[in-house]
């Protein structure tokens, strides 16, 4: 299975900063990347698919860019709706697997 | 779009079998391969395995082989997900969720998670 490593595990951070989290896969995964942001007790929610594609109706402060095994997201200027944990997440093995997490917290 | 309503908040004994339905509906059920993705309390996500219901064909994260099965029945556009073999390890929030082609397989629906406990 595909190995997905993030980090930082955990940042804090305050509302306007700009922050970038990163994601690393053990083997090559072409653009087959997607971000999630969760929020305590709710189901996740697409961010970025395929690397750098924003899902319709996120704001357009987040962006994701990377191919083959390394990968960032980055949020331009936080806001305090932002604050909450983000996973990536590989598609390119039919195995999908999930990093471990960033909780993203108010500094 | 399709939306995803899944069963109920479940309760069982260790070394018991749990079954987990999730329905689909607004959308084309055979567009769509499925997967259960699970959250241990505290935890991060964990992708337990995944389904394409045009083919049948299911694939598991090699932690759940043997013990996870997942089907779909086309005719009530429904997939399931049962795990067997039950320990306290396996209490989590079981999510399903929904990928598709035009999105390069990213999980663009979710239900909104059904609770499985495992104890005693």
């Known amino acids: 299975e595909i190995q997905m490593t993030q980090s930082p595990s955990s940042l804090s951070a305050s509302v306007g900063d700009r922050v970038t989290i990163t994601c690393r896969a053990s083997?090559?995964?072409?653009?087959?990347l997607h971000w999630y942001q969760q929020k305590p007790g709710k189901a996740p929610k697409l961010l970025i698919y395929?690397?750098?594609f924003l899902q319709s109706g996120v704001p357009s402060r987040f962006s994701g860019s990377g191919s083959g095994t390394d990968f960032t997201l980055t949020i331009s200027s936080l806001q305090p709706e932002d604050f909450a944990t983000y996973y990536c997440?590989?598609?390119?093995?039919?195995?999908?697997?999930f990093g471990q997490g960033t909780n993203l917290e108010i500094k | 779009q399709v939306q995803l309503v899944q069963s109920g908040a479940e309760v069982k004994k260790p070394g018991s079998s749990v079954k987990v339905s999730c329905k689909a509906s607004g959308g084309v059920f055979n567009n769509y391969v499925f997967s259960w993705v699970r959250q241990a309390p505290g935890q991060g996500l964990e992708w337990v395995g995944g389904i394409i219901p045009m083919f049948g064909t299911a694939n598991y994260a090699q932690k759940f082989q043997g013990r996870v099965t997942i089907t779909a029945d086309e005719s009530t556009s429904t997939v399931y997900m049962e795990l067997s073999s039950l320990r306290s390890e396996d209490t989590a929030v079981y999510y399903c969720?929904?990928?598709?082609?035009?999105?390069?397989?990213?999980?663009?629906?979710w239900g909104q998670g059904a609770v499985v406990t495992v104890s005693s």
């Open positions: 083997q090559s995964i072409s653009n087959s």
């Open positions: 395929a690397a750098s």
């Open positions: 997440q590989q598609s390119y093995s039919p195995l999908y697997t």
């Open positions: 969720a929904a990928c598709r082609h035009d999105y390069n397989y990213a999980f663009d629906m």
